[in-house]
């Protein structure tokens, strides 16, 4: 796998967008900080610009370069389900291109399981673009099999690691008003979630 990382990793380091797998279902990944791999994003998914982009970080101190901050909420649930599920919706570095987050200064950013999805963060500096690869609006997809043409045609590359285990998305809380808050049910329950929270 190491040469396909490295592979994937140098098309990414010169803006490329690559289909990659995660823990559940398979992303579209590109640079946080290059504006022609976030433009190609959008307008691969057919996404609204209006809709930020979540960001997988292959460890911790990687997080912390995208988070304006790191409230104590988000260290006990990191220290529970990371690597795992579980995206943090949390204030933004001012130092993240506002196309990321739509200039709303908060960023979504999670530690995934999946070893690939760790590596080839690591490779690219430690920050990757990681939303579904799906055309916007329609299922996520865990075959690269069952992916749309239209969506692959328009990539630089797929890391195919046959069929991930899919069921739901990771669950999003938001952190960044103070009180957590459930933004997407997801892999992980609520009920587990607070009862860290509440621990």
Request: charged letters at 15%; a neutral charge.
């Amino acid at each position: 796998m190491e040469p396909i990382i490295r592979e994937a990793s140098l098309s990414i380091g010169r803006g490329g967008v690559i289909i990659y797998p995660t823990e559940t279902f398979y992303a579209l990944g590109g640079l946080p900080t290059s504006q022609g791999a976030t433009g190609r994003i959008f307008a691969i998914k057919g996404r609204g610009h209006d809709k930020p982009l979540p960001l997988i970080a292959s460890c911790q101190q990687d997080v912390r370069q995208v988070t304006a901050a790191w409230p104590d909420t988000a260290e006990r649930l990191a220290g529970a389900f990371w690597p795992g599920p579980l995206t943090l919706l949390l204030p933004a570095s001012p130092k993240l291109p506002a196309e990321l987050h739509w200039a709303t200064d908060r960023i979504a950013v999670r530690i995934s399981s999946h070893p690939v999805a760790t590596a080839l963060a690591e490779a690219v500096g430690g920050l990757l673009i990681s939303t579904s690869a799906n055309i916007s609006g329609q299922p996520a997809v865990a075959d690269p099999a069952d992916m749309e043409p239209v969506l692959t045609s328009q990539v630089d590359g797929l890391i195919n690691a046959g069929r991930l285990t899919g069921g739901r998305p990771s669950s999003i809380v938001d952190l960044s008003q103070g009180i957590p808050r459930l933004i997407r049910a997801g892999s992980i329950p609520w009920r587990d979630i607070r009862a860290v929270l509440q621990a």
